[in-house]
């Protein structure tokens, strides 16, 4: 309970997704510890000690999940640094570039949507803000390893 409380959104979707691949027996239990002990480590890492740096991060973050889509050059610029030292902190900090974040957080986004409501594939793509369908299941499948319908009829058995 204390991790989803804690924890940024990327670190529990990994975690749910290691705990559904373990029930499965997609993979090994050596396999799934050794993962859990790497994410609880990138976790403890990932708690800055600067409260400067993790306000920047804080701000990043959300200017990333925001429905606006902006570029990482002006979510930096917002956040008073360059780039590329955005780029640095943030992957050093979460483990993914801020663009495998938003695409995360989006991912994180279109399975609460499958799961809640009646929306088509096609209209989640586009209130996601998706260039097209076919562009979100080809992301959906990267991130989740099934394509948005094949996750639907796997969460409803």
Do not use: H
């Amino acid at each position: 309970m204390l991790l989803t409380q804690v924890a940024d959104g990327w670190y529990v979707d990994y975690f749910e997704m290691l705990m559904d691949r373990s029930l499965r027996g997609e993979d090994g239990e050596f396999w799934v510890r050794g993962q859990i002990y790497l994410l609880l480590d990138r976790l403890m890492q990932s708690n800055p000690q600067n409260p400067e740096k993790e306000s920047l991060l804080r701000k990043a973050r959300e200017l990333l999940i925001d429905d606006q889509d902006l570029p990482v050059r002006q979510i930096a610029k917002l956040c008073g640094v360059s780039e590329s030292g955005l780029r640095s902190s943030f992957t050093a900090a979460y483990g993914c570039s801020p663009l495998q974040y938003r695409m995360q957080s989006k991912i994180g986004r279109a399975k609460y949507l499958l799961e809640s409501t009646d929306l088509s594939v096609y209209d989640i793509a586009e209130q996601l803000r998706f260039y097209d369908e076919a562009y979100f299941c080809k992301m959906f499948r990267k991130y989740t390893g099934c394509s948005p319908k094949k996750y639907l009829q796997n969460k409803s058995i």
